[in-house]
């Protein structure tokens, strides 16, 4: 053989060599659902195997039209992730306009090294072909006895300051956490074109907060009987019997035959935030369009509407410890992991908090700084905001099968209210007499807590003074901190039914 000979037989090896290790690479993780070629709507589940489920994670993106094409999610074993095609923006646009998509899913080591990647293409299909679309439609509630609906709620809250302080910025993340809720409803007559009794059973319901324990909705496990009329509202069986609040997040429908771009004016009512009473508004309406929500033809309505200089009630819940102002990160705040004695949080709370902590949370102030922060149960807050509902309703059935509502706010936050409107100076070592991590003080020492009662006798004289190193076991200067101050948080609440 000669060296021509014996340098084309290396290069076949070389190739065929490359090409099994590209083969081996690839067919490590392949997706199942949905498959290429297929049409999809609603919510579908994207789902891969991997060769080494134990090991490492995969990662997904969806590209399409007005998609960006970046990895926006990671998941463990099972390795699934729901797709909410029917996501609206903050405008009350579709996320996923109808159309060609691409869903990529690339297999991790759990060193972060790729090991391979597979790709289906679909097309998504929401909107109701035109010969579907009704020209016009009187959209009515109508209830049949027995008929028994499932509903799943799952809200959003997102914060974040407008100017950046070291102690706001602890307060301002209690403001960024999760809702999770479902119920049961049951008809128990027939509307008959006029009023139906709906019963409610509220089966669970918690919210779960940086830096507060998870907190049961009030009224978990009640049940709430309501009359439900022909144009959709909701109201006690009773008079003076206690509300749903999240049960009665639905628009009032107007007595009138709707064509395509109608608008009209209405109440409703809305929950502007996780954590606060429902509150009743005069809203814009809009039939927006028709498309196919949770296997059934729905009108989809716009709504829109806003509240300036008004103040909201929070129940805040308790604190679920020193998790402000102490050095590192707390156990119990990372992603995936859970509160004491709480449900477990999944990876979605990565999209609220980020990987990990997010930015300051848990970092002590430099120099012994100290903030303490603590989240009192009732709160309030003043705001204005603006929201928009976009709600599916099931012409056929004559019930709402999905609501999104998305309300952003321009808070303005009393930071007295959590504990924190000084800058105690920590002292150099652990005070004498006190465990860390005791349940009152917290921990102690750079980066620890001082609780807002101590922070006097730790200050001295010195609060006109700027921040500076100071030798281990002297007290820092103390300084003062706006007491009030401004955040932006917008709210994400999204519920949908099932038969």
Not at 309 to 329: E, I, K, Q, W
Request: proline share 7%; glycine share 12%; with cysteine.
């Amino acid at each position: 053989m000669n060296s021509q000979q014996k340098s084309a037989c290396n290069a076949m090896l070389l190739a065929l060599t490359l090409l099994c290790a590209l083969s081996v690479g690839l067919a490590q993780v392949e997706i199942s659902n949905p498959t290429s070629g297929q049409a999809i709507s609603g919510v579908i589940a994207i789902q891969a195997t991997k060769t080494d489920a134990a090991h490492g994670w995969i990662s997904y993106k969806i590209e399409g039209p007005g998609q960006s094409g970046d990895f926006s999610v990671a998941v463990v074993s099972p390795f699934r992730v729901d797709w909410d095609s029917n996501s609206c923006d903050a405008d009350g646009k579709a996320v996923f306009p109808d159309g060609e998509y691409t869903v990529t899913a690339v297999a991790h080591l759990p060193s972060g090294q790729k090991l391979g990647q597979d790709s289906v293409r679909v097309t998504l299909q929401n909107d109701l072909p035109s010969d579907e679309k009704p020209t016009s439609i009187k959209l009515v509630a109508d209830y049949k006895r027995g008929r028994e609906m499932n509903v799943a709620a799952t809200g959003r809250s997102r914060a974040k300051l407008v100017e950046h302080d070291d102690v706001n910025q602890q307060i301002v993340q209690l403001y960024s956490g999760l809702l999770t809720a479902d119920w049961r409803e049951r008809a128990m007559s027939n509307s008959a074109g006029h009023s139906a009794i709906v019963r409610k059973y509220f089966n669970e319901g918690y919210t779960s907060f940086q830096g507060t324990k998870p907190t049961n909705l009030r009224r978990v496990g009640d049940i709430f009987t309501m009359i439900i009329k022909s144009d959709a509202s909701i109201s006690p069986k009773h008079k003076g019997d206690p509300t749903f609040d999240l049960g009665a997040l639905y628009l009032e429908l107007p007595d009138r035959t709707l064509r395509e771009g109608s608008t009209w004016k209405g109440p409703m009512y809305v929950l502007p935030m996780l954590r606060a009473d429902r509150r009743r508004v005069t809203a814009k309406h809009r039939l927006d369009g028709f498309q196919r929500v949770a296997g059934y033809k729905c009108a989809r309505i716009i709504s829109t509407y806003s509240e300036n200089d008004v103040t909201l009630t929070l129940h805040m819940g308790a604190s679920a410890g020193p998790a402000a102002g102490r050095g590192g990160a707390g156990p119990d705040m990372g992603m995936g992991m859970g509160f004491p004695g709480g449900p477990m949080l999944g990876p979605e709370m990565a999209d609220v908090f980020g990987p990990g902590m997010p930015p300051d949370a848990g970092a002590g102030a430099p120099g012994g700084q100290s903030a303490a922060v603590s989240a009192p149960a009732v709160t309030e807050v003043k705001t204005s905001y603006k929201g928009a509902r976009i709600s599916y309703f099931a012409y056929e059935l004559g019930q709402f099968v999905r609501c999104q509502d998305i309300v952003t706010h321009k808070l303005t936050i009393d930071s007295s209210q959590f504990g924190g409107v000084t800058r105690g100076g920590g002292m150099g070592g652990e005070m004498p007499g006190m465990m860390p991590g005791d349940p009152f003080m917290g921990p102690m020492g750079p980066g620890g807590l001082v609780p807002p009662a101590m922070e006097p006798l730790l200050a001295g004289d010195s609060a006109e003074r700027e921040w500076g190193a100071a030798p281990p076991g002297q007290q820092q200067p103390r300084q003062e901190v706006k007491k009030e101050f401004e955040a932006e948080a917008e709210i994400t609440l999204t519920t949908i039914k099932s038969g």
